[in-house]
């Protein structure tokens, strides 16, 4: 089992920054690819990035593709999404998951955190 815990969301102004954290215990994530996701009210919830924990390499939604950045430290067992130049459009719970394939589809995940909330006033 893996437990995972988001933290860092908060009420910014847009063309602000964030940083959320997710701290995993229970297995280290070396092996696992570890995901972001949002989820707004009334929305489905939706792909942000993903990166293999080991192997390197990340993938990012369009919509945040070059104002966030996925990285991790191996040591703290950590994942962090780095969240730059916040919009109107940004605002949800964010969660981050572990799972065994690097995907966009939660479903193919199979740990996840409990969420943090961003909030972005214009």
């Known amino acids: 089992q893996v437990q995972l815990v988001e933290s860092g969301g908060g009420l910014v102004q847009a063309g602000a920054s964030l940083r959320l954290s997710c701290v995993a215990s229970?297995?280290?994530?070396?092996?696992?690819?570890m995901g972001w996701f949002r989820q707004a009210p009334g929305k489905e919830r939706a792909f942000v990035a993903t990166?293999?924990?080991?192997?390197?390499?990340?993938y990012y939604a369009d919509s945040v593709k070059g104002r966030f950045t996925i990285s991790r430290d191996n040591a703290k067992n950590t994942v962090y999404l780095q969240m730059n130049e916040l919009t109107p459009e940004d605002p949800a719970v964010y969660y981050c998951?572990?799972?065994?394939?690097?995907?966009?589809?939660?479903?193919?995940?199979?740990?996840w955190g409990q969420g943090t909330q961003v909030t972005v006033s214009s």
């Open positions: 998951a572990a799972g065994d394939t690097t995907a966009t589809m939660p479903t193919m995940y199979d740990y």
């Open positions: 229970g297995r280290t994530l070396r092996s696992y690819v």
């Open positions: 990166s293999r924990w080991s192997a390197g390499g990340a």
